[in-house]
């Protein structure tokens, strides 16, 4: 099966700074990729996501990039602001099955 | 619209014990998904649906059970909890399009196992 690992397990950043979060997956077949964002107490939430025929996609501050051949993918977040802190995860899923394989996130902090 | 509801948001058991926790959605989505949420660990699917009357195991169904009640309503049971199942679950639904669906998530039910 899919296996997504997920860097850094921590991250902090000053306020303005930017944030990269990197995530790599195992099979080729993959190729939708989301991130989410997950807020204490709350259930995660779709940010940002891309497909396999697509190189970068952006959306305001956020970004993610998708290197198919290092079967890595990336999330860029520029300016960030005390809201961004939270926790990131990305997933991978193949084909059309539906189901999502998640990193084991990132606990983004954002320092005023 | 509400999104996905779940209920209940905390609960204690003791070993042994059986419960259901219940999920709707108000989306008229085809998919749901129920998933565990361990600490340092993402999110792992338990069970899935991918229309009303279809259920699928995920990768970690042991200890559970599901039933897809109609196009809103998805349960989980636990026939006899486990510490182990001691988690944060998480249902979600999707619009079942196939490749590239998008997953909502509800809350969170907290499960504690005594």
């Known amino acids: 099966g899919e296996n997504v690992e997920q860097h850094p397990s921590t991250l902090s950043v000053q306020e303005g700074d930017s944030a990269v979060i990197k995530c790599t997956y195992s099979?080729?077949?993959?190729?939708?990729f989301p991130w989410y964002k997950q807020e204490l107490g709350k259930g995660p939430q779709l940010i940002i996501d891309?497909?396999?025929?697509?190189g970068e996609k952006k959306d305001q501050r956020i970004a993610v990039t998708l290197n198919k051949t290092a079967k890595h993918f990336s999330l860029h977040i520029t300016e960030t602001q005390p809201e961004d802190s939270a926790v990131y995860f990305c997933?991978?899923?193949?084909?059309?099955?539906?189901?999502?394989?998640f990193g084991s996130g990132t606990q983004l902090t954002v320092l005023p | 619209n509400a999104g996905v509801t779940q209920t209940p948001k905390f609960q204690v058991l003791k070993t042994g014990q059986s419960m259901t926790l219940q999920c709707a959605q108000d989306?008229?989505?085809?998919?749901m998904y129920w998933y565990r949420q361990d600490p340092g660990m993402g999110l792992r699917l338990i069970y899935y649906?991918?229309?009303?009357?279809?259920?699928d195991k995920g990768e970690v169904p042991n200890g559970y059970n599901v039933s897809r009640l109609n196009k809103r309503e998805f349960s989980l049971r636990l026939e006899s909890a486990a510490p182990s199942q001691t988690s944060v679950y998480f249902c979600?639904?999707?619009?079942?399009?196939?490749?590239?669906?998008?997953?909502?998530f509800g809350p969170g039910t907290r499960l504690l196992v005594l």
């Open positions: 979600a639904s999707g619009a079942g399009t196939g490749v590239g669906e998008t997953q909502y």
């Open positions: 099979d080729s077949a993959s190729n939708y």
């Open positions: 891309i497909r396999s025929n697509v």
């Open positions: 997933a991978a899923s193949m084909g059309s099955a539906r189901q999502l394989t």
């Open positions: 989306m008229n989505h085809n998919s």
């Open positions: 649906s991918a229309s009303e009357g279809t259920t």
